[in-house]
């Protein structure tokens, strides 16, 4: 895994993030999506540093602590990653293609720390930071709907329900996690690649043209 200290924006030029603070974080990361935020405890987390539960303590006072951070700054990095990388000039069926690459390509960065973010999405008790967190959803799927209304206004794509169609291309997109093999023969972003192109193009072969009857 990337470092996180990438999407949690960690600390700046004049005062990076402790290296053992991102030790923490990454372990715990990969404890939350591989056993649950339940299934995995401070002392798990602290075993897996490698340090005593009062080292973790001097970091983080709770689980809590670990995963309201990681679930924002994920949420917020995927938007700012994905809509950074697609180009307002291109085509909107290319931008779309370029929606979905990118995407596949944070996730399969940053794994366990997509997995981790999304089991717990739902799970804060606090209103504020569920607020915070929703409206960089939000506007990540934003983008990906007016991709589709340009997409339609243009004449690329037929008539069809934004919101289902942009359900359609996020839901191949979030299953992702739990199927995606990272030693299978393709990468996440091949595999969105060929997902676009069946969402676009159809199942159908190519309409043969008709003979000339000249």
């Known amino acids: 895994m ?4 990438e999407i949690l924006e960690l600390g700046d030029a004049a005062n990076p993030p402790q290296e053992r603070m991102i030790q923490i974080l990454s372990e715990a990361c990969r404890l939350f999506a591989t056993r649950g935020f339940e ?3 401070m002392r798990d987390i602290a075993a897996e540093c490698g340090i005593s539960k009062a080292t973790l303590y001097h970091y983080f006072p709770d689980k809590d602590a670990i995963v309201r951070p990681l679930v924002l ?3 917020k990095a995927i938007y700012g990653h994905v809509s950074t990388r697609i180009d307002p000039g291109s085509p909107p069926v290319e931008q779309l293609r370029q929606f979905m690459v990118e995407t596949a390509t944070f996730f399969e ?5 997509w997995i981790a973010a999304a089991s717990v999405f ?3 008790p606090q ?3 569920r607020k915070q967190r929703l409206e ?4 990540y799927e934003a983008l990906l709907r007016d991709i589709l209304r340009d997409a339609i206004a243009q004449g690329e794509v037929r008539q069809l329900d934004v919101s289902l169609a942009g359900r359609l291309v996020l839901s191949t997109l979030n299953w992702l996690p739990r199927w995606y093999d990272p030693a299978g023969p393709l990468s996440a972003a091949e595999i969105a690649e060929q997902f676009h192109g069946m969402i676009v193009q159809g199942f159908s072969p190519p309409s043969s043209p008709r003979p000339d009857r000249g």
């Open 2 to 5: 990337d470092n996180l200290a």
């Open 39 to 41: 299934g995995a405890s």
């Open 73 to 75: 700054g994920t949420t």
């Open 109 to 113: 960065r940053y794994r366990w720390a």
């Open 122 to 124: 739902w799970n804060d």
């Open 127 to 129: 209103a504020r930071r």
């Open 136 to 139: 960089w959803r939000d506007r």
